[in-house]
């Protein structure tokens, strides 16, 4: 068996034409904020991300990047002065924060009707009752590609791997509200294979290279990679890609030192899944796409408009 690859890319667009296609109706123009602070360059990449699809949707875009040492205090009052903007719909403080901030602090300030990344307490409660809420972006893009690739999830059993309060508790509650019957799997969990090769929807976020071989696949499950991880030594490599896909993983790894994986070895989950994203190119691709629509959606919550 060779699984279907379902790739992120053309869903990815076909979400963000229709926020423009939204936003282009609206008689105004919905407003994200994004918050960096420090020089982390993997938050730069991904803020530069999000800041060119919000502008290219149509919708306005602020960027705020703040030195690593900026104080709680400071970002507090940043935060502060953004909720009680009109023209500012989406919050969102880019993770991680420098050692000496409270993330947890500053990601609870955020107004929860602007908090487009679905974090804020009030939120995570209103998504686990079943209400409508702003969810995580990640959850939400699997759900996403799930259902645009004509994958059922009602009535079949959903496993997730990882328990993060990002992606494993509320993709399970997603899951859940899409009437899957779901288990959660964690570091704890006994004889992990026999219960992963019971789920029709197997969803890997546990940061682990490579992680979710096999053994670990029941034949012809659809299996989520949310996982992303830099693979360096060739040996790992050539472990995880097959021949076909080699050349091109050598190649990264001798251009940036490194190459991407997900938590799923990618090989062997090709030869038992029956449907399987890619990393890069499938998951990933769902986020920044997602963050647009929860911008939209924060806009609309705001002004009352259904």
Do not use: W
Not at 238 to 251: G, H, I, V, W, Y
């Amino acid at each position: 068996m060779t699984a279907r690859l379902l790739s992120g890319k053309p869903i990815a667009e076909e979400i963000k034409a229709e926020v423009a296609a939204e936003v282009a109706a609206l008689r105004f123009r919905p407003g994200l904020a994004v918050v960096r602070v420090g020089e982390d360059p993997a938050s730069a990449v991904y803020v530069g991300s999000k800041v060119k699809t919000t502008e290219e949707l149509g919708m306005h875009s602020e960027h705020i990047h703040l030195p690593a040492e900026t104080s709680g205090d400071e970002i507090l009052a940043i935060v502060k002065e953004l909720n009680s903007r009109d023209d500012i719909d989406g919050i969102l403080v880019q993770l991680p924060l420098p050692g000496h901030v409270n993330e947890r602090e500053i990601l609870e300030a955020i107004d929860p009707v602007k908090d487009v990344d679905g974090f804020h307490p009030m939120n995570v409660g209103r998504l686990s009752q079943g209400q409508d809420a702003l969810v995580p972006c990640t959850p939400a893009g699997v759900i996403e590609i799930l259902k645009r690739s004509g994958i059922e999830i009602a009535g079949k059993n959903a496993v997730v791997l990882g328990r993060s309060n990002i992606v494993g508790k509320p993709m399970a509650m997603l899951l859940l509200h899409e009437n899957a019957t779901v288990t959660i799997c964690h570091s704890r969990t006994r004889d992990l294979a026999s219960v992963t090769t019971q789920a029709d929807i197997l969803v890997a976020a546990i940061g682990r290279a490579g992680f979710v071989r096999g053994e670990y696949i029941a034949e012809g499950a659809t299996v989520i990679d949310v996982g992303i991880n830099n693979v360096s030594d060739v040996s790992e490599a050539t472990e995880l890609f097959s021949e076909e896909d080699m050349p091109k993983r050598l190649a990264a790894i001798e251009k940036r030192g490194f190459t991407l994986v997900g938590d799923v070895n990618p090989r062997e989950a090709m030869e038992r899944a029956g449907a399987f994203t890619p990393v890069p190119g499938g998951v990933g691709l769902l986020t920044v796409a997602m963050l647009m629509q929860n911008t939209l959606k924060a806009a609309k919550l705001r002004r009352g408009i259904n």
